[in-house]
């Protein structure tokens, strides 16, 4: 047994009974971290917890992601393609298209059956065409109905299609259409007057009935093994979300407008402000007791937290009624920061308490994510210790859990939004104060710098207090301090090629300074965006400004451009992907960890935003830039497929049984790497998905899928390609997924090493 784990089990203090944490992703990484646990006892932890996948959870992974984003690419290459010879098209062969598809696709979910990742997702695909089918039918015979009804109609048809599939999935589709129908008839009502829409509230109610609904029939039904889909909590987070912004909306506009007992004349069959305001109340106060008593969700209880913040908010701009000066300025941002703060600490105890809720129950049920897989056995605290004593790597008692857990997701974007508008309104401070009470109009640079470095100074300071509000205070100043300490040297150098780069440097350097986890984040994102394109603007402003009509030294400039952005993303995609995958050899450095999680996260920020940027079309700017921008969006796709070359190779070092394995995946890695330059959101969202699965973190996971979603949206209607070359490279990338996730199937049944060892491999 190593020494490490000695020194770890015997300076343990607590049993294994009296862990007041949830095992999770999150908790083990903290132990590690802090030295508890070592990381042989780590490595061990997350391969028996499934956290990090053996062999088997792989190829279960791998076939359920190239199989669904497969079928998804290659149906939208396939729309692509008759959106390009659509108006060629006789109905009668509109209908016989979409038909053919609805008719196979019921065809394959009946052969495969319901109970199947194939057979959902043929269910899926043929239930959305049926409404392009309605679509058509009203296209082809002018019927005179409205657009409403088209999705009445579909909605209609989606119900029992819902209640025969058992997937979540549809009943978002159900959702979705239902939610169109209403607010389409209701905005047929008003004459198509956006400004008048009736039935605000009938709508609004009915949003939460439908959560209601789902609710109650998930507690239900939550003792049935045929409904355990109903235990997805994505679903009703969704329409939770949406209803509760919407009431959001209405209340601070209830308020801010004043009035409060008048009607609008626009009134369905409820009046409008008492009834929002007594659904508001009842969603609110229903909401606490289910997600804190009979459900624990603390997503639900941030959104209503962060809710009653914002109205209290409107509150008080509604008592006080600011008016623009410095010292409003710095007012309204104290109270933004006293906001979020306060709900930040309120939320952060729910967290530890309802994490030692969770920890108390018998089964103490572990949180390990459960993406695209099989619902597989959850195991508790008793179970690894008991697997880690059988292992030698524990002896004695088992380690204490962490005092603190980490600050879940959907709390820690809400303060750090926080932190950015009252980190506007300090910098708004700071300017007034400089340009209007101090009366300093010119060179006020020096100025801007000492105020920027004064805030940074103040925020250091607040960091080591550790409480939630010093924290925030401490976020939002550090932001302010940066703006301004960014902007001051701006004004200095004086040098538009330089801008950017000088930003990214001032970033740079106050990094390794702020403790503050969300603001290294925001700081390694933005600073490598910075100091990346300042590089690039700073080397070819020549030729982006001094271009003379000479091809030759044109072309000799764009290759260059090309080679360097290659390098520039190649690198950012080895390295997060090195990172991550020797996360157990500096995890155990807490400096390291603190300086070095911000900066791998940062990286695929910039690869989503680089992949963004590339889809942008710029009808206003010179045609001259747009030529010479085009030619370098291919080159962050090229890059993630190279880092997907070097993870597959080394993965597949560890976990593939046979060299046949080890060529299969290189094989579709270097696929990949070729696809990057027609696609290459696809093969930075494919790398996304191994990092992320690799270390059980289902926030990148989901950060993720909702960017190939966006990035197909967004490639569908991008202005620079055609329908045909959308659908050629649509169609060409998902039948070469599909036949990839065919690969995986077939190779894991002739390799019986590759399912050895099941979930614990």
């Known amino acids: ?104 696709a019921g065809l394959a979910a009946v052969w495969r059956g319901l109970d199947f990742l194939a057979g959902k997702l043929a269910l899926l695909l043929a239930s959305l065409c049926v409404g392009p089918l309605l679509a058509v039918y009203g296209q082809a015979y002018q019927t005179g109905a409205d657009v409403w009804e088209l999705f009445r109609a579909w909605t209609l048809v989606l119900v029992p299609l819902a209640l025969a599939g058992r997937q979540a999935a549809l009943w978002l589709l159900v959702w979705l259409a239902g939610s169109a129908w209403g607010a389409l008839y209701l905005l047929s009502l008003s004459g198509w007057d956006y400004a008048v829409i009736p039935g605000g509230p009938e709508f609004l109610l009915a949003q939460s009935l439908c959560l209601a609904g789902w609710e109650a029939v998930a507690r239900y039904r939550k003792n049935k093994p045929e409904h355990r889909w109903l235990e997805a909590t994505w679903l009703p987070r969704l329409i939770g979300f949406a209803a509760v912004a919407a009431l959001t909306l209405c209340m ?34 229903g909401g606490l007791l289910w997600y804190r008593k009979k459900r624990p969700d603390l997503f639900m209880l941030s959104c209503g937290m962060f809710s009653l913040a914002a109205l209290l908010l409107c509150v ?56 695209f897989e099989k619902f597989r056995p959850r195991f508790s605290w008793d179970a690894l210790w008991k697997h880690l004593r059988e292992a030698g790597l524990l002896a004695g008692e088992p380690p204490p859990a962490p005092g603190r857990p980490a600050m879940p997701w959907h709390v820690a974007v809400p303060l750090a939004a926080g932190g950015w508008i009252s980190a506007i309104l300090f910098v708004g401070f700071l300017g007034f104060l400089i340009y209007t009470t101090l009366g300093i109009r010119s ?56 801008a950017l780069l000088a930003v990214g440097l001032v970033i740079a350097a106050i990094f390794p300074f702020m403790r503050n986890s969300a603001y290294r ?34 072309s000799r400039h764009m290759h260059g451009r090309q080679a360097m952005h290659a390098a520039w993303h190649s690198f950012l995609c080895v390295f997060m992907a090195y990172g991550w995958l020797t996360e157990q050899d500096w995890r155990t450095s807490r400096r390291l960890h603190a300086l070095l999680t911000p900066v791998l996260h940062g990286m695929y920020c910039v690869l989503l935003v680089s992949v963004a940027l590339g889809l942008l079309h710029f009808p206003m700017i010179h ?124 190779a894991t049944k002739r390799d019986p090493s590759a399912v050895a060892g099941g979930d614990h491999a």
């Open 521 to 554: 984040h925001i700081a390694a994102a933005f600073g490598l965006l910075c100091v990346f394109w300042g590089l690039d603007f700073l080397i070819w402003y020549e030729m982006l400004y001094s271009w003379h009509g000479d091809m030759e030294a044109l």
């Open 443 to 498: 060179e006020p640079e020096i100025p801007l710098f000492i105020g920027g470095i004064v805030f940074l100074a103040l925020a250091r300071q607040l960091e080591r207090r550790g409480a939630i509000f010093a924290g925030q205070f401490a976020l939002a100043l550090a932001i302010a301090g940066t703006i301004a300490t960014a902007g001051a040297v701006v004004l200095l150098i004086d040098s538009e090629r330089a």
């Open 252 to 285: 601070a506009d209830i308020i801010l407008a004043g009035n409060w007992w008048s009607e609008y004349d626009q009134a369905l069959f409820l009046p409008e402000r008492s009834t929002y305001t007594a659904l508001y109340a009842c969603l609110l106060l």
């Open 623 to 746: 045609p001259m830039e747009t030529l010479l921008f085009t030619p370098i969006r291919g080159m962050v796709g090229l890059g993630a497929g190279i880092g997907l070359v070097y993870c597959a190779h080394m993965m597949t070092t560890t976990l593939a049984g046979t060299s046949s394995m080890r060529l299969l995946f290189l094989g579709f890695a270097l696929l990949a790497l070729v696809g990057g330059w027609f696609l290459p959101g696809l093969s930075v969202g494919l790398l996304g998905l191994a990092l992320g699965r690799y270390r059980g973190d289902i926030v990148t996971l989901g950060v993720t899928v909702a960017a190939l979603i966006a990035y197909f949206f967004c490639y569908y209607y991008n202005l620079d390609t055609t329908l045909l070359y959308k659908a050629v490279t649509l169609t060409g990338v998902g039948a070469m997924l599909c036949a990839a996730a065919f690969c995986v199937h077939r």
């Open 316 to 371: 008080l701009i509604k008592v006080l009624d600011p008016g623009l000066h410095a010292g409003s300025m710095l007012l309204w941002g104290l109270v933004i920061a006293g906001l979020t703060g306060g709900c930040g600490l309120v939320l952060r105890r729910l967290h530890q308490t309802m994490e030692a809720e969770r920890a108390a129950k018998p089964e103490g049920q572990s949180s390990i994510p459960d993406f």
């Open 1 to 104: 047994m190593p020494e490490n784990s000695e020194a770890s089990a015997h300076s343990a203090s607590a049993p294994s009974a009296s862990v007041p944490r949830v095992l999770s992703p999150d908790a083990l990484r903290i132990m590690v971290m802090e030295g508890t646990l070592s990381p042989e006892a780590y490595e061990a932890a997350v391969l028996f917890l499934g956290i990090r996948p053996g062999p088997r959870q792989w190829s279960w992974f791998w076939q359920r992601v190239l199989s669904s984003w497969g079928a998804l690419f290659f149906a939208s290459g396939v729309i692509c393609f008759f959106a390009y010879n659509w108006a060629l098209l006789h109905h009668f062969a509109k209908f016989a298209l979409l038909a053919s598809c609805i008719l196979a």
